[in-house]
RNA sequence: GCCCCCGUAGCUCAAUGGACAGAGCGCCUGACUUCGAAUCAGUAGGUUGCGCGUUCGAGUCGCGCCGGGGGCACCA
């Protein structure tokens, strides 16, 4: 926010030095910490080390405290500064208070939910998350990728890029076969009431089926007769399938469509807006079709009849030591693999959809096959390959162990959605019994989902979480309803304060700033970073930390600071406009972390 | 065997190579006739798994161990 300031303070440092010939390492710059004040702040430790290596002989520490006092001697009077310190080897440079805060408060009441925007990329980016297999139910470990493609893709998107939102479920496979084939033996014309119901109906006909088709211990020669003969049925549908059998294919899409429809009725909820859907079944055609192409071009090995379509990575990459190893792009029988549909994705992405990164936010178990995929894709010469990023996170997993579809441990998020919105609701009789009945739904939705998505955004996506119901709807501490608590107070604060005129004029910070206010207002200038940071990293994580500490730091405001009783009242109207940018920042925040900011709560 | 990720307070987790390693939970103490206590203020808690190295400076980078998790050609 402060970068013309910041730029001619460096130059101002550069023709110093070049006047007294000192050879400028370059500058870096950070807030300055501890410190009640604002600044901006630069050390000289690698000029100083700079010369130690050029022969002579000083002490680095000793050498950048020299420096930092030459510099600031040299430096005299700046505009919007008010102090100037050499310290420990650091050169500080203080704003002047009174400035600074009417800046950074001003710029956010003008530029309201746009403040922090990052001036437009020229670059498209594609987020593909959000994408369960069908013929499944949405679990919390689907809900983690959801909601982390999700906050990505707003990140990149507020920070300037072209944003497409893609899912690509899976809707094929021997899991979903098995679920159209005990569908068909035992329950045809069957169909449960309810989007959810029906949907979750399919993960129960999966956990059964799955049971019918495995081996058993001291199975009886009936019973092992029996499963086989099962198990022939199933392979049987497959093949029917694959031929294109209209009826088997019939039952195939209508079942399908009782997974997308729970999907996309979920997604309604997260308020996830997906731009485009590819199918797996939709990429298999053109897929068969790209291996042609990379046997032309010498990439792929064709070892048929008797082996697959092959690629050796590594060796084709000229790579000494196993890497990325060699995989498959076609069975001997001449089907396609996930490999081999991947690829096909990533071409239609890159040409049909000009896409120039594309970012996979997938199961960090899938670690190697994206990083084949990348490679391959190097190999076919698509220069976009070096900007693909494939966000991995850690598994989901219970306090009980690893979630298994096929042994029904999975822990819906339906059905913790719906624990949270009714733990909220009876915290809200608890503690605010005169909020109205009509708002008391959404209320409890807002802040039950914002748990959730807290929950989830504020571990690193590299590391693993195990999910307990209780930690995960916590409503105190660092959790999401503090930040939204910190947004109604803001609120109500504003609220309460009557005032019209709130944005009128920009306020003026003339008098002695308590170190709290410091504290918000240096958190609000620091928002702008964070987005570009969260962006830039590809962690959602960043902006989850920042969220956090801004409504700590107005939560701490609010206690020790009177807003509407303030003794004065262009105090009272300063402090006004601080609390009104405070809830718009602590807005801005939270809508990217994909979490409602309510009035009331 | 090879590759990837992780190891920080009792627990769960933070920390662009930079100044004094920070939060939450839990423990203990205090603050509601005062803008909403889903809050705030405070106490206690650390050889950042171990060792060597690079650097003026290492939780962060490199190498080697130890411990945990994941992955390694016709599954997705």
Redesign the pocket.
């Known amino acids: 926010m402060f970068d013309r300031e910041q730029q001619a303070i460096e130059s101002k440092i550069r023709a110093y030095c070049a006047d007294n010939d000192i050879p400028l390492a370059d500058l ?3 807030p ?3 410190s009640g004040e604002w600044g901006t ?1 630069t ?1 000289f ?2 000029t ?2 700079n010369e ?2 050029s022969g002579k002989k000083v002490n ?2 000793q050498r ?1 405290q020299e420096l930092a006092e030459s510099v600031k001697a040299g430096l005299g009077e700046i505009e919007g500064i008010s102090r100037i310190e050499a ?4 050169l ?1 440079l203080y704003f002047s208070t009174a400035e600074f805060a009417q800046r950074v408060v001003a710029t956010v009441l003008e530029e309201k939910a746009d403040f922090g925007r990052g001036r437009p990329k020229s670059e498209r980016v594609m987020v593909e998350y959000a994408q369960p ?1 069908t013929h499944h139910s949405f679990h919390i470990g689907h809900y983690r990728n959801a909601i982390l493609g999700e906050v990505l893709s707003r990140l990149v998107e507020f920070a300037g890029f072209e944003t497409i939102r893609a899912s690509y479920p ?1 809707d ?4 979903v076969i098995t679920v159209l084939w005990i569908y068909d033996k035992f329950y045809r014309g069957q169909e449960p009431e309810g989007i959810h119901e029906r949907g979750q109906w399919l993960l129960k006909l999966y956990v059964e089926a799955t049971d019918l088709l495995t081996e058993k211990e001291n199975e009886t020669p009936e019973e092992k007769a029996q499963r086989e003969a099962y198990d022939a049925e199933r392979r049987e549908l497959y093949r029917r399938w694959d031929a294109g059998d209209p009826e088997v294919r019939e039952l195939w899409r209508v079942t399908r469509e009782w997974s997308l429809d729970e999907l996309r009725d979920i997604l309604r909820m997260l308020d996830i807006d997906i731009d485009v859907w590819f199918f ?1 079944s939709e990429v298999d055609e053109s897929a068969k079709e790209i291996v042609d192409e990379l046997i032309a071009k010498g990439i792929a090995d064709d ?1 048929r009849p008797e ?2 379509v ?1 690629v ?1 990575i590594d060796e084709k990459l000229g790579l000494k ?3 990325y ?4 792009l ?4 001449g ?1 396609t ?3 081999t549909k991947d690829l096909a994705l990533a071409k239609i992405k890159f040409e049909k959809y000009g896409v120039d990164r594309s970012i996979y936010v997938v199961d ?6 994206l990083q084949q995929t990348f490679a391959i894709l190097k190999l076919w010469g698509f220069p976009q390959a070096e900007k693909c990023y494939h966000l991995g996170y ?2 989901v997993s219970l306090p009980e162990g ?1 979630m298994s579809a096929r042994r029904g441990r999975v822990v819906l998020f339906k059905d913790v959605a719906d624990e949270a919105v009714r733990r ?1 609701l009876a ?2 009789a608890q ?2 019994p005169d ?1 109205p009945e009509a708002q008391r739904a959404d ?1 409890a939705r807002a ?1 039950g989902l914002g ?1 959730l998505a807290y929950a989830m955004l ?3 996506n ?5 999910f307990d119901l209780d ?1 995960a709807l ?6 999401g ?2 930040i ?2 910190a947004h ?2 803001a ?3 504003l609220r ?1 304060s009557k005032t019209e005129s709130l944005e009128v004029e920009p306020a003026t910070f003339d008098y002695e700033l308590t170190s709290h206010e410091i504290q918000l207002i240096e958190l609000l200038s620091r928002f702008p970073a964070a987005v570009e ?1 969260a962006a830039d990293e590809y ?1 959602p ?2 902006m989850a ?1 920042y969220a ?1 500490n801004l ?2 730091a107005f ?11 303030a003794e004065r009242e262009n105090i009272r109207d300063a402090r006004l406009q601080l609390v009104a940018a405070a809830k718009q920042t602590l807005a801005n925040a939270l809508a990217l972390l994909g979490i409602t900011a309510p009035e ?2």
Do not use: C
């Open positions: 870096k710059w950070t300055i910490p501890f702040s050390s430790f690698q100083a080390a130690a290596r680095v520490p950048a310290v420990k080897g650091y500080n297999n899976g094929l496979g021997l899991g797996e070892e082996g697959a092959i050796k030591k196993e890497k190893r060699t995989n498959v076609l069975r001997s029988d089907t693999l996930y490999l960090v178990r899938q670690s190697l096959h850690g598994f690893a909220v915290e809200i503690k605010n909020l209320v802040v748990a504020s571990v690193d590299n590391k693993d979480i195990v930690e916590g409503f105190e501490g660092r959790t309803p503090y939204q608590n109604v107070r609120a109500s604060i309460k940071q962690r994580l960043v930390t956090y409504a700590s939560h701490s405001f609010y206690h020790a600071v009177p807003v509407l009783q009331v709560m």
